[in-house]
């Protein structure tokens, strides 16, 4: 198993930036894939920006430019730097890892527990 611990996340107001930080534990061999996805009440779970480890990013149309997502593979962390927060980027953040199953095509996906961003207008 997997373990993620996400941080960082908190109220600030728009304008402003924030930077989450998530500590993988456990099983981390094999690790391909880290990201951030966010989910608003009401709402489904949408990809923020994932890094794979070697090097290719990918992200949402709406946080180009003012997200930037990061990784540090000796402290199997991964961050992400948010600037310029808007009221809709107001979600919990959840960290995601991902890597390869024992069978063959499989995937195994592990999630924090989320951290609140809250971006007052």
């Known amino acids: 198993q997997v373990q993620l611990v996400e941080s960082g996340g908190g109220l600030v107001q728009a304008g402003g930036s924030l930077n989450l930080s998530c500590a993988a534990s456990?099983?981390?061999?094999?690790?391909?894939?880290m990201g951030w996805y966010r989910q608003a009440p009401g709402k489904q779970r949408d990809l923020v920006a994932v890094g794979t480890t070697d090097g290719n990013t990918n992200y949402a149309d709406s946080v180009k430019g003012r997200f930037t997502i990061s990784r540090d593979n000796a402290k199997n962390t991964v961050y992400l730097q948010m600037n310029s927060l808007k009221h809709e980027d107001t979600a919990g953040y959840y960290c995601?890892?991902?890597?390869?199953?024992?069978?063959?095509?499989?995937?195994?996906?592990?999630w924090g527990q989320g951290t609140q961003v809250t971006v007052s207008s």
């Open positions: 456990g099983s981390i061999f094999g690790i391909d894939t």
């Open positions: 995601n890892a991902q890597k390869s199953g024992v069978l063959p095509g499989s995937r195994n996906d592990y």
